[in-house]
C-alpha cells in the first residue's frame, strides 16, 4: 500500500487549500480514508475520515471527499488559521495494519 499527499504549501490566513492523497496496491472502495495532522511539538490528530460508502467526518472548516474512479481522498480546509499549521498525512488501515503517506506541510501565515 502506498500513499502520496500533495497540495501542501503557504496560505494567509483566511485562505483556503485541498490537498490530495493517491493511494496504490490496494482495493481503494474497501478502505476507510482518513487524515490527520500533527504541528510542531503536538500529537498526532484525525482531522477527517470517510467511510466506503462515503460519510464524512470532520473538524469544522474542513471537509473530506474521496474519488474512487481516481483511488483517491481529498480535505478542503478552509478559512484556514495560524494553528492549522501542520504536517497533514493521509492515511487508512486495516484491521491489523495502518498505512501512513509522507506527509504534506501547511503553513498558514502572513
Known amino acids: 500500500v502506498q500513499l502520496v499527499e500533495s497540495g501542501g504549501g503557504w496560505v494567509q490566513p483566511g485562505g483556503s487549500l485541498t490537498l490530495s492523497c493517491a493511494a496504490s496496491g490496494l482495493t481503494f472502495t474497501s478502505y476507510v480514508m482518513k487524515w490527520y495532522r500533527q504541528a510542531p511539538g503536538k500529537e498526532r490528530e484525525l482531522v477527517a475520515s470517510i467511510s466506503t460508502g462515503g460519510t464524512a467526518n470532520s473538524v469544522p472548516r474542513f471537509f473530506i471527499s474521496r474519488d474512487n474512479a481516481r483511488n483517491s481522498a481529498y480535505l478542503l480546509m478552509n478559512s484556514l488559521k495560524s494553528e492549522d499549521t501542520a504536517k497533514y498525512y493521509c492515511?487508512?488501515?486495516?484491521?491489523?495494519?495502518?498505512?501512513w503517506g509522507q506527509g504534506t506541510q501547511v503553513t498558514v501565515s502572513t
Open positions: 492515511s487508512t488501515e486495516t484491521g491489523i495494519v495502518k498505512y
